[in-house]
């Protein structure tokens, strides 16, 4: 059944139940969205708010579970990073970035990556705030914010124990939670979640699942109640979450366009398998024969990678309670490393690795002065400081002669890799380039150690005021200044496999044209200030019905780009001792572009929205209709091979209807959904990703002009529709039965927009049945998750090199699970 037919059948049964009965009300959702305490209902913002039980009831593990629910939300995992985005706009890979989307857990800023892939723990509720939260949010936060709020102590004790078992991928989940008072003025919280996970895509090379999880996180939260007017809490946490393998593959794989006889009308598997040399002997690369899977099946070809994780967290807060007035002390203390080893060539030859370390230190002070509510003027002021520090190392392997052997394979043949009229700015083959021969020995045992850091010092003062101008009418002014001061510095080697320097020679030459990589030292540093300001006008229409309209201006603060793999000089690679140009290129030298610093973004956004109770609290309808523009939109592009250059797209905009609502049909049936349209366009971006071997379309003749075009992950429409169902079938037990449809238009997963990797639209079900006890001692439950079996894209790129080095088309990507059914057990007391 077509997806809008479906869509609208559901319609209409559930309006028709409606209309049989209208009794029942909804129970109402507080959010702290602006820091207070309110009903959803009263936010003039875009926002979604999923409780703690939802979490765990629907299996969420983290954010990338989340993005089902929240419609214009985006999380993907990479190789080698983690994006999030909101409403079409994100950060792009690279671990010089802070993410555009802000997430704050208990008020602590949560900007890296990597932090994204956590594992959720004894949460009360996560919301999401849809565009620009520059003002009480503190940092970055220009796409918009996700609040992750954890459970507090319970005031009586209380505990619960949960398992949930999935045999098909072999998940195995564990939850402890024990909470009360110590004292009559101390109370504790301990919460920990065990998480093993065997993986849903079978590695034909290592002849293993993948990938593997296994999960540990503890908390400790102890809040003292010092006095009537003083409470302090403090949070203690750690986690690790390790991960053997990824749940990516080589989704098509085609025939190269090389002139080269070598290689010419051959897939990359192929090429891998069984390549000739000219003599017409096999060259003995010793490649898996799983290189030969070349298409979607979830079966990978991989020699193996991992992802070692380690976070740890302390924050005290303090509320101060004098008269009406609350003052507020949020300190936090915030870390985590990783240790990553990318198979990033993405198949089980021996070809290269990308071996990856961050280390990652914050520490934060807010100060909050929070006024009464219903005054005539409501205010919420405060400063904001953070310091942070990152060290990052990462580096290329080729620890094998794999493309040692094809190169100077290559380079005994006549041609090269393409030939001359390649679009590709580094040219052809390595001895078109130099006059090498034997170019695969220059990489020989070849290493590319690259050291970034990046250390930020930031201060801030907010103030967000409300005038309550009649009993209907109220204006709300805000702004934030921000002064913020960064230092970055990137160095670049080429190294043996201890990774000791080499000196100077053909391997410049030959890792230019290979890998698009080039020795460089650079440092910077920067300082600058931003103010953001927002206006806001509330009406209450009718004592059911609120309307809104804001205007606000957000930023995000420039930086350097970590990842990049040459210097932004654009000056030709010299040439190696005694290598003389190849007269048919009399250049002789490929020149390489690369970048460090760049500018911050700016965002400028309307919001008009309304929130809406009907049917005597039965139901309610949310829309907000929103436009936002941006201005040096930061962007990160993959360079063909292993980099990713950061650069500022001049401008972009955003704009689009989300629409929400909930209806409680009767006593025990409830239909809620959601439903977001987007239209993303490039206003003016002059230097994106070309697809392979596509001529250049952009002035600098080496990149592609994206001036017009959408961004990846943006889909005309998405949302979706949760059926709820709780009743007692006898005094002391209760059903409960949920059915959830996810659905979404088509949408490009990757960066350059190939056409031929697009995920075509689909509704996927998620499912639940359950029996468990009125007092809510206990619960037995069937989880089902992407019921409909439907193959998800989540994040689709190029083939490392296979273009650059073999002429051949092709891609990887990143997929979701497919269908599984999960057996949960919880028990209270």
Not at 51 to 73: C, F, R, T
């Amino acid at each position: 059944m077509k997806k809008g037919r479906w869509v609208a059948s559901l319609l209409f049964v559930a309006a028709a139940a409606g209309a049989q009965e209208r009794r029942a009300v909804l129970e109402e959702v507080i959010v702290t969205a602006q820091l207070r305490e309110q009903s959803l209902q009263d936010v003039p913002v875009s926002v979604s708010a999923i409780s703690g039980e939802k979490l765990m009831s629907a299996g969420l593990n983290k954010i990338e579970d989340l993005q089902a629910y929240i419609p214009n939300l985006t999380m993907t995992e990479n190789g080698i990073g983690t994006s999030i985005y909101i409403r079409g706009i994100g950060s792009g890979i690279n671990q010089g970035f802070e993410q555009s989307v802000g997430m704050y857990v208990d008020g602590i800023y949560y900007g890296r990556a990597q932090l994204a892939r956590a594992p959720f723990l004894d949460l009360a509720r996560v919301e999401v705030l849809r565009g620009p939260q520059n003002i009480l949010y503190g940092k970055n936060s220009i796409a918009g914010a996700i609040s992750i709020v954890t459970s507090r102590p319970s005031e009586e004790f209380e505990g619960s124990v949960s398992a949930t078992y999935e045999p098909r991928f072999e998940e195995e989940i564990l939850d402890l939670i024990l909470s009360g008072p110590i004292s009559d003025t101390l109370g504790y919280r301990f919460s920990a979640r065990l998480r093993n996970y065997g993986g849903f895509m079978e590695n034909l090379t290592l002849d293993r699942d993948e990938p593997a999880y296994d999960e540990a996180t503890y908390r400790l939260k102890l809040q003292w109640d010092a006095t009537d007017a003083l409470t302090v809490s403090v949070k203690g946490e750690l986690g690790s979450f390790d991960v053997t393998g990824r749940q990516a593959e080589i989704i098509d794989d085609f025939p190269s366009d090389s002139t080269n006889p070598l290689f010419e009308g051959r897939t990359h598997g192929q090429i891998l398998d069984n390549t000739r040399d000219p003599s017409g002997q096999v060259i003995n690369i010793d490649a898996d024969s799983s290189v030969l899977n070349n298409f979607q099946d979830y079966k990978r070809s991989s020699n193996g990678d991992f992802s070692i994780n380690n976070t740890e967290n302390l924050t005290i807060n303090a509320d101060w309670v004098r008269g009406d007035h609350t003052f507020t002390s949020i300190t936090g203390y915030m870390a985590y490393d990783y240790d990553d080893l990318c198979d990033c060539d993405f198949t089980g030859a021996e070809g290269f690795k990308v071996s990856l370390v961050e280390d990652y230190r914050q520490i934060s002070q807010e100060l909050r002065w929070i006024s009464p509510a219903g005054e005539d003027f409501e205010f919420i002021g405060g400063f904001y400081y953070q310091k942070s520090e990152l060290e990052f190392f990462d580096s290329i392997i080729v620890d094998s002669n794999l493309i040692v052997q094809l190169l100077n394979a290559a380079d005994a043949t006549e041609g090269g890799a393409r030939g001359d009229n390649d679009p590709n700015p580094l040219g052809g083959s390595p001895e078109e380039v130099a006059g090498i021969g034997d170019a695969g020995n220059a990489i020989a045992n070849l290493t590319s150690p690259r050291y970034f850091s990046s250390d930020s010092e930031l201060y801030s003062v907010f103030l967000q005021s409300t005038w309550n101008a009649t009993d209907t009418v109220r204006v709300t002014l805000g702004g934030r200044y921000s002064i913020e001061s960064k230092e970055g510095s990137r160095h670049f080697e080429f190294g043996d496999l201890n990774y000791n320097v080499r000196p100077f020679s053909e391997t410049d030459t030959v890792a230019a044209v290979s890998f698009a990589a080039e020795r460089h030292n650079l440092k910077g540093s920067r300082d600058e200030s931003q103010f953001s300001p927002l206006i806001n006008l509330q009406w209450d229409a009718t004592d059911d019905v609120m309307a809104y309209a804001t205007l606000s201006r957000g930023y995000k603060s420039g930086g350097y780009d970590a990842r990049s793999n040459a210097s932004p000089s654009a000056e030709p690679v010299p040439l190696p001792p005694g290598a003389a140009p190849n007269p048919a290129r009399p250049e002789g030298r490929p020149v390489l572009i690369g970048t460090f610093e760049y500018e911050e973004e700016e965002a400028t956004s309307l919001e008009l929205g309304f929130k809406s109770t009907l049917l005597d609290g039965a139901a309610e309808l949310n829309a907000a209709l929103f436009r936002t523009e941006f201005d040096n939109l930061q962007v990160s592009i993959f360079d063909g091979t292993l980099g990713f250059n950061v650069g500022n797209a001049a401008s972009a905009t955003t704009q689009g209807l989300e629409l929400d609502g909930r209806i409680q049909l009767s006593e025990y049936l409830m239909l809620a959904g959601a439903l977001a349209f987007l239209d993303f366009e490039f206003d003016d971006f002059q230097n994106g990703q070309c697809l392979a071997g596509q001529e250049p379309t952009a002035p600098d003749g080496i990149n592609c002009d994206y001036t017009g075009k959408t961004n990846q992950y943006v889909a005309d429409f998405a949302g979706n529709l949760v059926l709820t169902y709780i009743r007692p079938i006898s005094t002391e037990v209760g059903i409960g039965l949920s059915l959830d449809a996810i659905f979404t238009d088509d949408y490009n997963p990757a960066q350059n927009l190939d056409p031929i990797v697009q995920q075509d639209g689909y509704v996927k079900f998620n499912g639940r049945v359950g029996i468990a006890a009125i007092d809510k001692t206990w619960e037995l439950a069937l989880v089902g998750k992407n019921l409909t079996d439907e193959v998800i894209v989540m994040y689709a790129s190029d083939t490392p090199t296979a273009y650059t080095i073999f002429g051949n088309k092709g891609h990887y990507g990143f997929l979701e699970a497919p269908r599984s059914v999960a057996l949960q057990f919880g028990y209270r007391w």
